[in-house]
C-alpha cells in the first residue's frame, strides 16, 4: 500500500480523462522510477501553464499568451472564421492544418435540455467580430449531434443578413460525432468538402 500522498496523485491523475484508477497507478510507478528526470519537466511545463493560462478575450481559445496564438499569428487569414462549440474543437480542427483562418469559440451548444440559451453562449461576440467586417467566410464546424445542429441553424439565421459566404463541415461526419474524437485525416476531409449552409 502507497502513502497518502502517492495515493493522493494516483487519484489526482486517475481523474484526468483518458486515464482509470489503474493507468493512473502506471503513471505514478512510471514517475517514480524515472524521478531524477521525469518529474521536473512534468512539474514545470504544470506550473508554467497554470500561472500563464489566459482566455483569449477575441476568440475564447486558451492559452499561455494573450490574444492567442493564433489570433496573433499574421499569417492567419482574417477573412475566414470558423465558430466552434469549445476549445477542444477548435483543437482538434487546428490539428487537421487545413483551416488558415481564425476561429470563435462558442463555449458551449444551444441546449433546451441543459437549460443552454442563446445568452449563455459568446454569440453576441461572434455577431461583433462579423459585424466590425473583413470577414468573406463563416464556417459553422459545430458537431453532428442534435444540439450541434440545433445551434448552427440557428446561427445561421443570425447571421444571414451579413454579406459573407455561410459553410458547414461536409456530410461524412458520423452522426453523433463529436470533432475532438475524430482523426486528422478525417476532420480535414470534412473541411475541405465544407459546403454552403442551405
Ligand atoms: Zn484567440
Known amino acids: 500500500m ?3 500522498e502517492i495515493e493522493a496523485l494516483a487519484n489526482a491523475l486517475a481523474r484526468l480523462p483518458g486515464l482509470g484508477p489503474r493507468s493512473a497507478r502506471r503513471a ?3 514517475l517514480i522510477k524515472r524521478r531524477e528526470t521525469a518529474f521536473a519537466g512534468l512539474v514545470d511545463a504544470l506550473a508554467t501553464v497554470r500561472e500563464n493560462l489566459v482566455e483569449c478575450p477575441i476568440c ?8 492567442c496564438g493564433i489570433c496573433a499569428d499574421p499569417r492567419r487569414d482574417a477573412r ?5 462549440e469549445d476549445v477542444a ?6 490539428r487537421a492544418r487545413l483551416f488558415t483562418g481564425r476561429y470563435h469559440v462558442l463555449g458551449g451548444r444551444l441546449s433546451a435540455l441543459d437549460g443552454v440559451r442563446p445568452e449563455d453562449l459568446n454569440i453576441a461576440g461572434l455577431l461583433t467580430r462579423v459585424a466590425a467586417g473583413g470577414i468573406d467566410e463563416v464556417v459553422l464546424a459545430m458537431n453532428a449531434t442534435l444540439e450541434g445542429q440545433t445551434t448552427a ?7 444571414e443578413a ?9 456530410h461524412g461526419l458520423p452522426v453523433g460525432g463529436e470533432l475532438d474524437y475524430l482523426d486528422e485525416g478525417t476532420l480535414a476531409q470534412a473541411l475541405r468538402a465544407r459546403r454552403p449552409v442551405s
Open 28 to 30: 505514478v510507478l512510471w
Open 89 to 94: 474543437d477548435l483543437w482538434a480542427l487546428d
Open 2 to 4: 502507497a502513502s497518502q
Open 153 to 159: 441553424h440557428y446561427l445561421a439565421e443570425r447571421l
Open 60 to 67: 475564447g481559445n486558451v492559452d499561455t499568451t494573450s490574444p
Open 162 to 170: 451579413y454579406p459573407l459566404r455561410l459553410t458547414q463541415l461536409a
Open 80 to 84: 475566414a472564421l470558423c465558430v466552434v
